[in-house]
């Protein structure tokens, strides 16, 4: 709501700069399909003729004209329309609902081996079971791609599947020869995007599929690139890279330019991916949380989903706070990101002596080693009580004061590795980039274009305070930096990336979410050559690998392991391969501890993992699984109080909510997790109750007992304790009570959260796993 009513007060802060009347902007149109007329030959007809009627104003651009239709996730068009536009068309009789657009962001190897992926060719692995996803097909909505590199090489790889009817969109620079039998479909959808901003520039961005920004290509690599050795970056992470599904199949639908990704284009994009028959999609992008039924990205997926495309998308780099989880609709798989055993170390040596740890990617002539100390520098000014921030921003350091130092500079504005130019063009050495307190003591490593490191925020005042005492004392700063290369075997991992989005779920809190986490921090995956590896345009050094971070890169590990077990279980929903990554993640890191949170060293909870870190194998053979088909997403819908209209905008049918509310609330949606919130009013004992369903996927005779860690401060009984199976497929029902004491120290408006599980299993064979999550809200 909050989110909304911002965007409300933005459009009416736009609109007073100019008249409101002549201001167009892009709406998504539903429209009842069924109702066409037959006097238009197609639904474009239809929706052309409907523009047409609308008034115009006495500007000559206010004509409203189709952007995209949409035939397949949702039934309607897109277009740009002036608010008196808007306000006749919704009078139609045929318009069902308009949806305002938003500008999406992106959410910006080692990684198969440690997610236990044998590549060895005995039986019941899953990449043998699932002949490496040969015959699946993952479609990737992102910047494009760059088809030279070597991950996306056809050798080896069988016909393109009999039932794809995706399409290769030539131009160019991206000519027929771009596709191949690894990457089978590509299409590009710019009208959303340039009806806002104008024509693009296309010395600047490729009107194609080709990838000018470096993240479309590396994500596409992460979910299918296949075995590629040697790679590395510059000599960091050097070995085997492989993608998730190795053999897999890649269609591409590049819908993010220079200035975003709008949602007139994803939508686009969903419509053309499942109607191509993709299996998988992989989304690593994302916006503000809005309700289901304003959310471009949530209706797409809803009708991806429902033709069984198993949707898996970013869960957003906006963490280490809380209700910061992005991208939360119940039938998407919501991905955050964990870090893997492998790090990218070097040492910081203080003039006092003191050697503090930071990471980098830096390769290039170093400083001389850890006898030769240069001046350190923080560009801060100084005020009242100690020193202002120093962003390092172009133009903002004053080469007299820099040249020829190591200068400290603070997290901000600008990205990490253009702040490494600003200090070489102002004639420093180097570079020591501090978090800020919001980053707290998660470190990123990037290429950067002179040597520099990345501390934590902890550190980074350690530092500071040196260089200010230094100063004091007239004996000025000094330190290097020495690099240490690739490091692996890494204890503890995995850790939760700081940047990694957490709940609780702002939209739907009885939906736990992330609903895992997987590798996102480091991750080596291929590179065009269009940009350099620190992304800034200066750099000139072309790698066909490169290392980047973000729950991006933790989306195509889980849209690959979707595609695996899609091929290895080719009847399971895409509900059924969400139930069984979760139900068999882990929680605990390479120590067996409960695993830490990247930006405070503490323990991690399942607001920031969910279930937890995706186990490949065992999600392979799960014993159960909990289902889900649209009709429960329905009754969810219901539950959560949507209007019929707002649902029908979600699923393009009618919905009956009658049955939907009689049956109870949403925390009965048949999800792998629980949770409640309560509201906590007075002393008196709160409870609630959760329905659930198995599915048995395991052996035909199984009994499985369950076991029960309540939350503290809670008693949960379930009932039945013991389900007896006969046969696979046999679904058994049981009945999970939680009650809860009121918490007595909580203050007005705040909350306390505590987590245990509800497990099943058949003797240790199968143990399935489901995180239960109590909160307590005190009112205000
Ligand atoms: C396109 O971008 C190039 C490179 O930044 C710039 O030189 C040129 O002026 C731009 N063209 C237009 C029409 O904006
Ligand atoms: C991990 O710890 C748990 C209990 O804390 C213990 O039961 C289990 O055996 C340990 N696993 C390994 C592999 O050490
Ligand atoms: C981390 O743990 C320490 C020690 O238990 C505690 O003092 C601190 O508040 C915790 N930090 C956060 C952010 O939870
Ligand atoms: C929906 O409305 C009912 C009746 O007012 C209320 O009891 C319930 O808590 C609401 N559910 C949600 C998810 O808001």
Redesign the pocket.
């Known amino acids: 709501m909050a989110s909304l009513l911002l965007l409300l007060f933005l459009s009416l802060l736009s609109s007073s700069s100019s008249s409101s009347e002549d201001l167009q902007k892009t709406f998504i149109v539903q429209v009842q399909y069924d109702a066409k007329p037959s006097i238009f030959p197609t639904h474009r007809h239809w929706y052309d003729s409907s523009l047409s009627s609308l008034p115009t104003t006495t500007t000559a651009t206010a004509a409203a004209t189709v952007i995209h239709t949409y035939d397949t996730v949702f039934h309607g068009f897109s277009a740009k329309l002036t608010a008196s536009q808007l306000k006749h068309l919704k009078t139609l009789p045929h318009i069902l609902a308009v949806i305002p657009e938003q500008v999406r962001r992106l959410h910006t190897t080692r990684s198969p081996q440690f997610l236990g992926l044998k590549t060895t060719d005995s039986a019941g692995t899953l990449l043998k079971e699932s002949d490496f996803g040969s015959d699946l097909v993952i479609g990737v909505i992102d910047t494009g791609i760059w088809p030279e590199r070597e991950s996306f090489n056809d050798r080896s790889l069988g016909p393109v599947p009999a039932k794809w009817k995706g399409q290769c969109v030539t131009s160019g620079d991206f000519t027929a020869a771009a596709c191949n039998r690894k990457i089978i479909g590509a299409r590009y959808f710019c009208q959303g995007y340039e009806s806002t901003n104008g024509k693009m ?4 961005e490729f009107r194609s599929p080709r990838d000018s920004d470096g993240h479309g290509t590396h994500t596409s690599s992460i979910v299918a690139g296949r075995y590629v050795f040697p790679a590395s970056t510059l000599g960091y992470a050097h070995g085997v890279a492989s993608g998730m599904a190795p053999k897999a199949r890649i269609s591409i639908y590049k819908v993010c330019w220079n200035a975003g990704c709008y949602d007139s284009d994803i939508l686009a994009a969903f419509d053309s991916a499942v109607s191509d028959g993709v299996d998988v999609i992989s989304l690593s992008v994302g916006g503000v949380v809005v309700p289901y039924y304003l959310d471009a990205i949530a209706i797409g997926a809803f009708g991806a989903s429902d033709h069984g495309v198993f949707v898996s998308a970013s869960a957003g780099n906006g963490g280490p706070g809380g209700l910061t989880v992005t991208n939360i609709a119940p039938w998407v798989t919501t991905v955050g990101a964990g870090t893997i055993d492998r790090d990218f170390p070097d040492d910081v040596h203080l003039g006092n002596g003191k050697i503090v740890p930071g990471v980098s990617v830096y390769s290039g002539p170093g400083l001389g080693g850890p006898t030769r100390l240069y001046s350190l520098v923080y560009a801060g000014s100084e005020g009242g009580d100690g020193y202002s921030a120093s962003l390092c921003l172009e133009g903002s350091l004053d080469p007299k004061t820099v040249r020829g130092k190591i200068v400290l500079c603070d997290r901000g504005i600008n990205s990490r590795a253009a702040k490494g130019e600003v200090v070489k063009k102002a004639g420093g050495v180097g570079m020591i980039l501090a978090n800020g307190v919001f980053d707290g003591e998660g470190l990123v490593a990037d290429c950067h274009i002179l040597p520099a490191t990345a501390v934590g925020a902890s550190v980074g005042d350690e530092i500071r305070k040196y260089i200010i005492t230094a100063e004091k004392s007239k004996s000025p700063a000094t330190a290097t930096i020495v690099f240490k290369g690739t490091r692996v075997n890494v204890r503890p991992a995995p850790v939760v990336a700081s940047f990694s989005a957490r709940g609780p779920n702002p939209e739907s809190p009885e939906i736990l979410k992330p609903d895992v986490i997987a590798p996102g921090l480091n991750i080596l995956a291929a590179w065009p050559d269009r940009v350099g590896p620190s992304g800034i345009p200066s750099d000139k050094r072309r790698t066909e690998f490169n290392i980047l971070s973000g729950t991006s890169m933790a989306c195509p590990h889980v849209s690959g392991l979707g595609a695996l077990l899609k091929a290895a279980h080719p009847e399971w929903s895409p509900a059924a391969i969400r139930s069984a990554l979760m139900t068999t993640a882990y929680t605990v890191d390479n120590r067996n501890e409960t695993m830490l949170d990247e930006s405070t060293g503490n323990t991690s909870t399942v607001l920031d993992f969910g279930a937890g870190h995706v186990h490949p194998q065992k999600a392979m053979d799960p014993g159960l699984i909990y289902d889900l088909s649209s009709y429960d997403y329905v009754n969810f819908l219901c539950n959560s109080n949507y209007t019929v209209q707002n649902i029908q905008t979600v699923t393009r049918r009618k919905a009956d909510c009658s049955g939907a509310r009689r049956a109870g609330h949403t925390g009965n949606l048949n999800y792998p997790s629980l949770s409640v919130v309560f509201q906590q009013y007075g002393k008196h004992k709160m409870s609630t109750h959760f329905i659930r369903t198995v599915t048995n996927v395991g052996d035909p005779n199984s009994v499985y007992k369950v076991s029960i860690r309540p939350p503290s401060g809670t008693s949960v009984t379930v009932q039945p304790e013991k389900l007896v199976f006969r046969r696979v497929g046999q679904k058994l029902n049981f009945l999970v009570r939680v009650q809860a004491k009121a918490v007595k120290q909580l203050s007005p408006g705040s909350s306390n959260v505590k987590s245990g599980s509800v497990v099943w299993s058949d003797g240790g064979k199968h143990i399935v796993t489901s995180p239960l999550v109590v909160t307590m809200q005190q009112p205000l």
């Open positions: 520039n296309e010395t600047t």
